[in-house]
């Protein structure tokens, strides 16, 4: 009788220990990768500031590359009116490809509260587990023409995208980069689709899962993806913006 007994208590110490452990482990993803993901975030952010404030300003030039006076503000030309560039001239010249994992710009979303560092590349490790959102490598830089596609958690570590699922057409989004501000537009969303979805981040978006859903013209275009439902990886969530504006810092 004495061994059952202690059988039985030796069985609920075990249970008891693995519950904390697990509660430990929940609080871990939960609370503290976020704490930890949220500070970071924040001074990267600060320090790509002070980094662009002490740094002398460049000269300021309109999308086709002539000079602009300072504090002007130019609108993005709409996809109807995007033309090859002028053999004479060429296109303005494209700023210096970012390093992989380094953080160059800053994402900020008035509608759900969020500023975060943008970061060249979608690793976990270097890029989206420290809280910053991730450039996809081979779509479009910030206000060129094609695709600005962006990756980012939303849940754990920092889950910046936590909230995406709120924009509506016509809340604007700003990527701010050591020379520009470009605002861009939400358009359309779609609210699931697969992971292999890759049409969803091409030049011209569209997705290949669900065709009727995205654009069909060449145009200055922003897109947000993160995974769905919430705590989940099955699916994905994708947001779209069109550049509307943009002015140098």
């Known amino acids: 009788m004495r061994l059952l007994a202690r059988g039985l208590w030796g069985a609920a110490e075990l249970v ?4 904390l452990v697990l509660l430990l482990l929940v609080a871990h993803q939960l609370w503290w990768t976020n704490r930890e993901a949220r500070a970071e975030a924040g001074r990267t ?3 790509l500031q002070r980094e662009w404030d002490e740094a002398p300003a460049a000269e ?19 996809p109807a009116a ?4 002028d053999p004479a001239t060429g296109p303005p010249p494209a700023p210096a490809a970012p390093r992989w994992d380094q953080a160059y710009a800053v994402l900020r ?17 270097g890029v989206l587990d420290r809280g910053y959102v991730g450039h996809y490598t081979r779509t479009a830089q910030a206000g060129r023409a094609g695709n600005f596609a962006l990756a980012g958690h ?11 699922d709120r924009l509506r057409r016509g809340d604007r989004i700003t990527v701010e980069t050591r020379d ?9 969303r779609l609210a699931r689709t697969a992971p292999s979805d890759s049409g969803v981040i ?7 899962v669900t065709p009727s859903v995205g654009y069909s013209a060449p145009g200055y275009y922003l897109t947000l993806t993160t995974c769905t439902p919430e705590f989940s990886s099955r699916f994905r969530l994708v947001v779209w913006a069109e550049l509307t504006a943009m002015r140098p810092r």
């Open 16 to 19: 008891v220990t693995l519950g």
């Open 45 to 47: 952010v600060q320090s």
């Open 60 to 78: 300021d030039t309109a999308p086709d590359g002539s000079p602009r006076p300072s504090g002007a503000v130019s609108s993005a030309p709409s």
């Open 82 to 85: 995007i033309a090859p560039p």
């Open 109 to 125: 979303i008035p509608r759900i509260g969020l500023t975060a560092p943008v970061a060249e590349g979608v690793s976990k490790g």
């Open 154 to 164: 939303r849940n754990t570590h920092g889950e910046p995208f936590r909230r995406i």
């Open 180 to 188: 520009a501000v470009y605002t861009y537009t939400v358009g359309k």
């Open 202 to 208: 091409a030049p011209v978006p569209r997705s290949n």
